[in-house]
Nanobody, 124 residues
Framework: QVQLVESGGGLVQPGGSLRLSCAAS????????IGWFRQAPGKEREGVSC????????YYADSVKGRFTISRDNAKNTVYLQMHSLKPEDTALYYC?????????????????WGQGTQVTVSS
């Protein structure tokens, strides 16, 4: 059974850091591009970052460029999202999913095998 499981969310103060993990089971993650998305209450799901399967190319939404870093550890079958300088507007439920890597966009309706999400709350 193909499954992605997110973890690492929590409550953090503005300016703080968190590292999210997306662990795969039932398939070999290194053959798939993985995207991170987030959804805040009352808002649409937003693409945050994506990493390609082939050469590790990355995409970041403008709202997180310079603050978030996506990476993969194929030996652990896991993709990470390192988040620094967190802001209250980063508060959301964060998801990972498999889908196509594109250099200029990240569309949630092209992605599949969604995990259950991990909550990130940035508040003082």
């Amino acid at each position: 059974q193909v499954q992605l499981v997110e973890s690492g969310g929590g409550l953090v103060q503005p300016g703080g850091s968190l590292r999210l993990s997306c662990a795969a089971s039932g398939f070999t993650l290194e053959y798939y591009a993985i995207g991170w998305f987030r959804q805040a209450p009352g808002k649409e799901r937003e693409g945050v970052s994506c990493i390609s399967a082939s050469d590790g190319s990355t995409y970041y939404a403008d709202s997180v460029k310079g603050r978030f870093t996506i990476s993969r550890d194929n030996a652990k079958n896991t993709v990470y999202l390192q988040m620094h300088s967190l802001k209250p507007e980063d508060t959301a439920l964060y998801y990972c999913a498999t889908g196509p890597f594109r250099r200029s966009t990240l569309l949630h309706d092209e992605f599949d095998h969604w995990g259950q999400g991990t909550q990130v709350t940035v508040s003082s």
